[in-house]
């Protein structure tokens, strides 16, 4: 069975927060489906997308786990943007927690160091 997931953020402004996904993923869109909506694949079949829904704008929680951590946290910080968070859990593992305009969270995990 294949499957493709599109986890969506709700965003309040269109072309501010393309902007700023296109800072923090480093290339714009991979597809726009409509005048509201704009989509990049993050991976193979995943899919990150935002949607003009002011009602919801803020509310979204996503975490991607990336096996390139430090390199794409350092590209992230050379594009301008500084995580709001950054944690390191018991067992290593790290998560930086980066907010769009409208507060939507996009946290970044890794290994820990050395694996």
């Known amino acids: 069975m294949a499957?493709?997931?599109f986890a969506g953020l709700p965003v309040a402004d269109y072309g501010r927060a393309v902007a700023w996904y296109?800072?923090?993923l480093g290339s714009g869109p991979t597809f726009l489906p409509n005048?509201?909506?704009?989509?990049?694949?993050i991976a193979e079949h995943r899919f990150l997308y935002i949607d003009v829904r002011p009602e919801h704008a803020g509310h979204a929680v996503q975490t991607l786990f990336v096996d390139d951590f430090d390199e794409r946290v350092q590209q992230i910080a050379d594009r301008g943007i500084e995580p709001a968070e950054q944690e390191t859990y018991e067992n290593g593992v790290r998560k930086w927690t980066y907010r769009d305009p409208d507060g939507n969270e996009i946290g970044f995990g890794g290994a820990p160091v050395g694996n």
Do not use: K, Q, S
């Open 3 to 5: 499957v493709d997931l």
């Open 35 to 41: 005048g509201t909506e704009a989509v990049w694949e």
């Open 22 to 24: 296109e800072r923090l």
